[in-house]
T-cell receptor, first 110, second 114 residues
Framework: AQSVTQLGSHVSVSEGALVLLRCNYS??????LFWYVQYPNQGLQLLLK??????LVKGINGFEAEFKKSETSFHLTKPSAHMSDAAEYFC????????FGAGTRLTVKP | NAGVTQTPKFQVLKTGQSMTLQCAQD?????MSWYRQDPGMGLRLIHY???????DQGEVPNGYNVSRSTTEDFPLRLLSAAPSQTSVYFC?????????????FGEGSRLTVL
């Protein structure tokens, strides 16, 4: 079955610094990959998704992710962190159903 | 524009009690699913449905039942609650039966079992 591993349960960056959240996946077929964001006391919202088109995927709020098949990775980046980016981020992989990673909590320091 | 609506938002149960978490969506989505979210474990799939009358098990189905009599509704039943079922539960839906599309989530239902 498909699975994802998110490296680092907690990432802390300064405002204006690069954000890098790591995700590696395992899938027996070409995967559909997703990043979701969860703000406190809310459900998850889609940030971006990869569906075998361009390997660099742009999402909302300035986030992007690059699909690297050779590394089985789908890391999420943002060039400059903003205070409003503080949230929990989940990587997910989909075959017949969607499976999520354990999540990475992003803290942004002023 | 309601999207995915879950009720109740909060519930406290005693061990052995039963209850139903309600989920309704107004987007005419065929695919619906239930997840539980626990600290350090992300979201784990409990059950899912690809259309009315069709349900299937996810990663952690034990202790939960579901049914899908209409496209709009997908209730989750706990027949005999256990403390291990203390969690935050999310219902989600998608327009894609193969689940290659975006999942739309409800706001969650926080359940505590004493």
């Amino acid at each position: 079955a498909q699975s994802v591993t998110q490296l680092g349960s907690h990432v802390s960056v300064s405002e204006g610094a690069l954000v890098l959240l790591r995700c590696n996946y395992s899938s027996s077929v070409p995967p559909y990959l997703f990043w979701y964001v969860q703000y406190p006391n809310q459900g998850l919202q889609l940030l971006l998704k990869y569906t075998s088109a361009a390997t660099l995927v742009k999402g909302i709020n300035g986030f992007e992710a690059e699909f690297k098949k050779s590394e089985t990775s789908f890391h999420l980046t943002k060039p400059s962190a903003h205070m409003s980016d503080a949230a929990e981020y989940f990587c997910a992989v989909s075959e017949n159903d969607m499976r999520f990673g354990a999540g990475t909590r992003l803290t942004v320091k002023p | 524009n309601a999207g995915v609506t879950q009720t109740p938002k909060f519930q406290v149960l005693k061990t052995g009690q039963s209850m139903t978490l309600q989920c309704a969506q107004d987007m005419n989505h065929e695919y619906m699913s239930w997840y539980r979210q626990d600290p350090g474990m992300g979201l784990r799939l409990i059950h899912y449905s690809v259309g009315a009358g069709i349900t299937d098990q996810g990663e952690v189905p034990n202790g939960y039942n579901v049914s899908r009599s209409t496209t709009e509704d997908f209730p989750l039943r706990l027949l005999s609650a256990a403390p291990s079922q203390t969690s935050v539960y999310f219902c989600a839906s998608s327009y894609s039966q193969s689940n290659t599309g975006e999942l739309f989530f409800g706001e969650g239902s926080r359940l505590t079992v004493l």
